[in-house]
């Protein structure tokens, strides 16, 4: 939390549909990560960059995509290619790319 | 594939006990393991972390203990209290860093019963 804001905290979405996850981030930092949580599981990437401009696939990037145009901001967007979307997408971002600090969360359900 | 794995999926500990959470790892190509800390419906937070070039790092009640010859690292609670109830997860940070990707373990449930 702190200085890292995702908005809204619940999203709901009918199943076809794309919709957009917010991530902002007023520390400065340059690394910024997307993550799903599924219950009972850990946290799986799914994208990450490294300074504006640029990013890079996680482990679990297919159906997803972002953009980094600012340094403060990385929106993800759940296509309607991702074939389980309900999720806890959480967002988190890292100044040295080693301590991560992460946010508040996203809960999507699409039906 | 890089993997964590950790142990117990669920932990019920007494009041005042100790909680010992595990992980271990099947190569050597990591150089950073942090524990994080998650409450129910919020994002997980950073509670300790250690590098390989030490065997025990400690803050407050929170240890971690690290095996680098067994692959292995270990989170103790010590004078556990129920206000420590939350899921504890595990990470390794590839060496070279990979941009600070992080593979996390499956989480441990912790209940600490008064």
């Known amino acids: 939390d702190g200085g890292i804001t995702q908005s809204p905290k619940y999203l709901f979405r009918k199943e076809g549909q794309n919709v957009t996850l917010s991530c902002e981030q007023n520390?400065?930092?340059?690394?910024m990560y997307w993550y799903r949580q599924d219950p009972g599981q850990g946290l799986r990437l799914i994208y990450y960059s490294q300074i504006v401009n640029d990013f890079q696939k996680g482990d679990i990037a297919e159906g997803y995509s972002v953009s980094r145009e600012k340094k403060e901001s990385f929106p993800l967007t759940v296509t309607s290619a991702q074939k389980n979307p309900t999720a806890f997408y959480l967002c988190?971002?890292?100044?040295?790319?080693?301590?991560?600090?992460f946010g508040p969360g996203t809960r999507l359900t699409v039906t | 594939q890089q993997q964590v794995k950790q142990s117990p999926q669920s932990l019920i500990v007494q009041k005042g006990g100790i909680s010992i959470i595990n992980c271990a790892y099947e190569?050597?190509?990591?150089?950073?393991f942090p524990w994080y800390q998650q409450f129910p419906g919020k994002g997980p937070a950073l509670l300790i972390a250690i590098r390989p070039d030490v065997s025990e790092k400690k803050e407050g009640r929170f240890t971690i203990s690290f095996n680098k010859s067994a692959k292995q690292f270990s989170l103790h609670i010590m004078d556990s209290q129920p206000g420590d109830s939350a899921t504890y997860f595990c990470a390794a940070s590839p060496i070279y860093n990979q941009g600070g990707k992080l593979i996390f373990g499956q989480g441990t449930e912790l209940s600490v019963k008064p």
């Open positions: 988190a971002t890292s100044r040295d790319f080693y301590e991560q600090y």
């Open positions: 190569n050597t190509a990591f150089d950073y």
């Open positions: 520390l400065n930092h340059d690394a």
